[in-house]
């Protein structure tokens, strides 16, 4: 064959190939009649109609990204050449008058398969198909309509692309502020999750402070820098070390939390620090620096407008016997276990885990909890996650 014009698109050389094929189709060359097995014309059908078959992916969404469907078309092409090859070259010619109408479907197989093979010249070589196998589908005729019909687009895999951003109650429950019924709408943590990692969901901004899955780290500040939620409250019945609020939500789920810990006979939890205002963490993180310099600072402490505690959503713990133990005490003791196990049941997630730092930016806190809604939490939990980062699909964080 001649080599391919660079001036051609893939495209337009394909079709052009397919042509050449089609046409060189019908001026069949006469080989000797063959004695054996009588071949019919419904094996012809069968097998011709078995490769053309394998290309029903026509207007299917998305198309594979590799050619892997060629060398089944391909063999299958091949062993119908070999069945023609076997009939009369009189009879030869007759089915190839006959079943013209298979030279359209062959030239948009051959198209497919230049489609699916990608661009330049590896479009215009798969095009390429084998003359004997050209000759059979000729022979072959219209590709009989199985009894089952014509193949039909495969809805999961449109349903793949759907975006929650359509739903109208979706992006209600978004405007009027409501977490809880966006997830709902979405279909669940996970399905949110799923549409919001994979891009499809531009409507949802992890980077709104308002929202439970706002995600704050070294490459992601608080916007507003200052940013102060508008519900803080204290904790109900939690012995509260510092006079610091929560967002209704989470000092509520915290609430329950802690309730829940001492029924279990886990201890008492109590904590430290919530909420922490822009000036706070600015004087705190200074104070850090004062200390140990920049970057002990910065692996300890959140310069200010990059604190998750600014978004009202953190809560650092502490272990509570009679006298309440420190931020370090939380990992060995009772309250710290209990909480690794049962913390997302409430919306809470350990933001910074072991070995992760990263990733989060962080060193372990098992102090450090986080809110993101009991809906997300058993997302994170059920998901095996360990960092915000890689659950929502974001970069990784661990620097400014
Ligand atoms: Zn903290």
């Not at 060359?29 to 011709?48: F, G, N, S």
């Not at 000759?135 to 895999?157: K, M």
């Not at 939890?269 to 920049?294: C, D, E, K, N, P």
Request: with cysteine.
């Amino acid at each position: 064959m001649t080599s391919p014009d660079p001036e051609l698109s893939p495209r337009r050389a394909a079709r052009a190939e397919a042509e050449r094929l089609a046409t060189a189709a019908l001026s069949l060359p006469v080989a000797p009649p063959a004695p054996a097995e009588p071949t019919t014309r419904r094996q012809l059908r069968e097998a011709a109609t078995g490769a053309i078959a394998v290309s029903p992916g026509v207007g299917r969404a998305p198309l594979p990204a590799s050619g892997d469907s060629r060398p089944g078309v391909l063999e299958r092409l091949r062993d119908a050449g070999a069945a023609l090859a076997s009939l009369p070259a009189r009879r030869r010619r007759r089915l190839a008058i006959a079943a013209g109408s298979a030279i359209a479907i062959l030239i948009g197989s051959a198209l497919v398969i230049g489609t699916v093979a990608g661009s330049g010249a590896d479009a215009t070589a798969s095009a390429t198909v084998d003359d004997s196998a050209l000759t059979a589908a000729v022979a072959a005729g219209p590709p009989a309509v199985p009894d089952a019909g014509l193949p039909v687009p495969e809805v999961s895999a449109v349903a793949a692309t759907a975006t929650p951003c359509d739903d109208p109650a979706f992006t209600a429950a978004l405007a009027a502020g409501d977490d809880a019924a966006a997830l709902a709408a979405a279909g669940g943590g996970s399905a949110f999750r799923a549409a919001v990692a994979s891009g499809i969901a531009p409507c949802v901004s992890l980077s709104d402070p308002n929202r439970e899955w706002v995600v704050v780290n070294k490459q992601r500040p608080l916007d507003p820098l200052d940013y102060r939620a508008g519900d803080l409250i204290m904790p109900q019945n939690v012995r509260a070390l510092e006079d610091s609020a929560l967002r209704a939500a989470a000092a509520n789920a915290l609430t329950a939390m802690v309730k829940a810990a001492s029924d279990a006979g886990a201890g008492e939890i109590g904590y430290l620090s919530a909420f922490r205002s822009y000036s706070t963490q600015q004087s705190t993180y200074a104070g850090r620096v004062a200390v140990g310099g920049v970057a002990e600072a910065d692996r300890e402490s959140a310069r200010a407008g990059y604190s998750e505690h600014q978004s009202g959503l953190a809560v650092d713990i502490v272990p509570c016997n009679g006298s309440c133990g420190t931020l370090d005490d939380v990992a060995a003791s009772t309250q710290g276990a209990w909480v690794r196990e049962h913390a997302w049941e409430f919306g809470f997630i350990t933001r910074y885990a072991e070995g992760r730092d990263s990733v989060s930016g962080y060193e372990p806190e098992a102090w450090h909890q986080r809110y993101i809604g009991p809906e997300l939490a058993r997302a994170y939990h059920e998901g095996g996650y360990t960092t915000l980062e890689e659950f929502f699909g974001l970069p990784a964080a661990p620097t400014y």
